[in-house]
Nanobody, 114 residues
Framework: QVQLVESGGGMVQAGGSLRLSCAAS????????MGWYRQAPGKQRELVAS???????NYAVSVKGRFTISRDNAKNTVYLQMNSLKPEDTAVYYC????????WGQGTQVTVSS
């Protein structure tokens, strides 16, 4: 069973940056479109960035131009570089395939203060 472990969250001021990491227990990135999701309190989980097996990316309008998704196949790790953070980016961030076929990890908390 594939395990996904997110890390890198923290507390930052508005305008700051964070880099999230998601380590997979198996090599899955070549055969899956991977995504970073977030869930804010009282809201549904939303997909904010995705990365195809051939390197194509897509972003939610709310994060486009500020977030960058990337991966390191050798490390079985996908990243989310988050710049110009805003208080509305505060959420628990998760990674998974865009089909959601793997079990969800514990996520990593991102808190942005104004």
């Amino acid at each position: 069973q594939v395990q996904l472990v997110e890390s890198g969250g923290g507390m930052v001021q508005a305008g700051g940056s964070l880099r999230l990491s998601c380590a997979a227990s198996e090599s899955i990135f070549r055969t899956n479109v991977m995504g970073w999701y977030r869930q804010a309190p009282g809201k549904q989980r939303e997909l904010v960035a995705s990365l195809t097996s051939y390197g194509g990316t897509n972003y939610a309008v709310s994060v486009k131009g500020r977030f960058t998704i990337s991966r390191d196949n050798a490390k079985n790790t996908v990243y989310l570089q988050m710049n110009s953070l805003k208080p509305e980016d505060t959420a628990v961030y998760y990674c998974n395939s865009v089909s959601g076929k793997y079990g969800w990890g514990q996520g990593t908390q991102v808190t942005v203060s104004s």
